[in-house]
C-alpha cells in the first residue's frame, strides 16, 4: 500500500468514525424529541459516551494507525 492509498484510507476510517458517532448522538435526540410530543421526557437526552461505542474506537484508531503508517512512509 502506498503513501497515498494510506492517506485516503486513513481519512475514511476517521470520518466513517465520526459519522457513526454522530448518527449515533442524532438518533438519541430524535428519540427524546419523540418523548416531548407524549408528554413524559427526561430534561436532557440520554446519549451514550463516546467509550461506549466500540467501532466508533476501532474505526478512530484504525484511521491514526494508517496516517502514521503514511506519514512513515517516504516517497
Request: charged fraction near 10%; aromatic fraction near 16%.
Amino acid at each position: 500500500m502506498d503513501k497515498k492509498t494510506s492517506l485516503i484510507l486513513g481519512s475514511l476510517f476517521i470520518l466513517t468514525s465520526g459519522l457513526i458517532f454522530t448518527i449515533e448522538r442524532l438518533t438519541a435526540y430524535v428519540y427524546w424529541s419523540a418523548q416531548i410530543h407524549t408528554g413524559t421526557w427526561d430534561t436532557i437526552p440520554q446519549t451514550m459516551p463516546l467509550s461506549d461505542n466500540h467501532f466508533t474506537w476501532l474505526f478512530f484508531l484504525v484511521g491514526i494507525v494508517l496516517f502514521i503508517l503514511s506519514f512513515k512512509k517516504g516517497n
